[in-house]
């Protein structure tokens, strides 16, 4: 695979192969969607935004001995990051009922379970991304037990360590989803980013979304929102 040669092409994220064939350049785009890329639009500026904002993460994450596949940032829109084996799960952490589960089930949006609430989704689009359980994510050969048993207990860190942190600056990590990878010196990395697009940061007080949902649900000032999570952000990184 050449250099710059595109390896995933998203929406939100692009990844292109480096000259090191151990590494990627992740780029965060300005592009917006919702509702399976029905929705869409851009908000200039956003991608400059999650990419300081998923960098500093991965810096406080690595500070606090979760391992990532963040190297560095290259440039006001780009991430350099090892190249790994993505495993095709994604992990939701649901500290707040919020969303999807809220109305897949008939809960009231803002309720709080009495622990966080853990949900994997096949990664596969042809069928929509559907929810499975830790039965049929071995069944299928997308993770052996081992592997599944330390995907929570990393997920669980993680979440240990962001959600007191962004309470300190006034904001409630409501929810958010990742995604790890293998690497070939062996075990799992965290190699998925957490932003306002794949986040649900609340205000702890006023309950005021800065997330992907002033988007989804037509609330306005999306650019606004993100640059408050950069800043919160930034201001939690600066206090450690």
């Known amino acids: 695979m050449g250099k710059n040669e595109v390896i995933y092409n998203g929406e939100s994220v692009r990844i292109s192969a480096t000259d090191n064939p151990e590494e990627v350049r992740v780029r965060f785009t300005d592009s917006i969607t919702a509702f399976n890329k029905i929705k869409k639009a851009v908000i200039v500026g956003k991608g400059r935004l999650n990419t300081s904002i998923a960098a500093m993460i991965f810096e406080i994450l690595e500070k606090n001995g979760v391992r990532t596949h963040f190297l560095g940032k290259v440039s006001e829109n780009e991430l350099l990051c090892r190249r790994v084996e993505t495993i095709p799960i994604e992990v939701i952490v649901r500290n707040v009922i919020a969303g999807s589960m809220a109305a897949r089930l008939g809960l009231r949006e803002g309720m709080v379970p009495a622990s966080p609430v853990y949900d994997l989704c096949y990664k596969n689009s042809d069928l929509c991304n559907p929810l499975i359980n830790d039965c049929h994510a071995v069944a299928l050969g997308l993770v052996d037990e081992g592997?599944?048993?330390?995907?929570?207990?990393?997920?669980?860190?993680?979440?240990?360590?962001?959600?007191?942190?962004?309470?300190?600056?006034g904001i409630c990590l409501a929810d958010f989803k990742i995604e790890f990878g293998r690497v070939p010196s062996g075990g799992l990395v965290l190699a998925d980013e957490i932003t306002p697009d794949n986040a649900r940061f609340w205000d702890a007080a006023t309950g005021e979304k800065y997330d992907k949902d002033r988007f989804r649900r037509d609330l306005?000032?999306?650019?606004?929102?993100?640059?408050?999570?950069y800043n919160k952000v930034l201001e939690i990184k600066e206090s450690l």
């Open 220 to 229: 306005g000032k999306v650019g606004d929102a993100y640059r408050t999570i």
């Open 147 to 169: 592997e599944l048993k330390t995907m929570y207990a990393m997920t669980a860190k993680i979440n240990d360590v962001l959600k007191p942190l962004f309470l300190k600056v």
